[in-house]
C-alpha cells in the first residue's frame, strides 16, 4: 500500500497535527474542554482529514505508534496551555481498538502523562462503543486502571453502537457523546421526533447514571435551544466552532465563542 509507507514517513517526518474542537458548557456558555483530532499535512497534497487515513493506519497497525503520537501532543498542548495562564480544560483524545488493546498502552500512557506532565484528570479518552464492548472482561480491566490512574472516560457517538446499559453501569464512563446522526432532526418534530426522544431520554439516563452527556453535531440556534431546555449539560459543533488550530484555540479560550 503506498498509502501505507506514506503515513509512515509522516510520522517519521512529523507532518500530522491537531486541530481542536471546543465542548460548551450549555449553561455557562464557556469553553468545557477541548477534541484533539488528527490532521496529516502532506507536503504536495495538502492538509488531508482522518477519514482518509485513520482507517488506513488501523489496517496496518501503524495506528498503535500515531495514536500514541497524538496522545503526547495533546497533552503537551494541553499543559503548554495551562503554563500559558489559560483557564485549564480537559483534553479529549479518541482511541482506536487496536491501541486500546494493545499490551503497552497502559503503560505508554503513564509515560507521556509523567513527560508532559499533564495531571491525569485533564485526560479524556474516547472510546466507541464497539471498542467497548468487544471482549467486555477486558474493558472493564483496562477501563478499571485508567479510572485509578484518574483519566477521564467518555463513550463516543453513543447510540450507533450495541452497548448494553448493564456494561454502562459496570464500566466506570464519565461520559456520553450523543452522536451526532441524532442531532439532525431533533427540531424538526414532524420529520423524526423520534431522535428527539432519544436525546431527552439519555440526557435524563446520563443524570440518573450521574454521566456528562454531551451532544455532537449541534450545528443549529434550535438545536441549542432544543438541548437546553432537555437539561443537556454540553454541546460541540459547528454552531460553536469548528475544529480549529491550537494558536486559534487560544484565542477562542481568551476572548469567548
Ligand atoms: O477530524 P474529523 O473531524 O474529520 O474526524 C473524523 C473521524 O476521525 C472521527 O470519527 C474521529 O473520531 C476520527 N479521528 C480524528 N482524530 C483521531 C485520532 O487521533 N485517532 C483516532 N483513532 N481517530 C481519530
Ligand atoms: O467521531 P468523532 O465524534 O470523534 O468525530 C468528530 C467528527 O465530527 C469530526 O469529523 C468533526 O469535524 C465532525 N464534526 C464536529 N462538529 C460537527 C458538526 O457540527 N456537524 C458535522 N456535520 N460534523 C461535525
Ligand atoms: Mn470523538
Ligand atoms: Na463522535
Redesign the pocket.
Known sequence: HSIEGGLRRALERQEFMLHY?PKINLETGTISGV?A?VRWQHPQRGLI???QFVWIAEDCGLIVPMGAWVLREACRQAQAWQDAGLPPIPVAV?ISAMQFRHKDFLESLTGILKDTGLAPRYLEL?L?ESVLMHDADSTACILKVLKAMGVRLAI??FGTGYSSLSYLKRFPIDTL?I??SF?RDITHATADSDDAAIVAAVVSMGKSLNQRVIA????TREQLAFLQAQGCGEG?????S??VTAEELVTLLRTGI
Do not use: A, H, I, S
Open positions: 474542537q477534541e483530532l482529514l482522518p477519514e479518541n474516547e466507541t463516543d457517538d457523546k452522536d451526532q442531532m455532537e453535531g449541534v450545528e460541540q459543533g459547528f454552531y460553536f469548528r475544529p
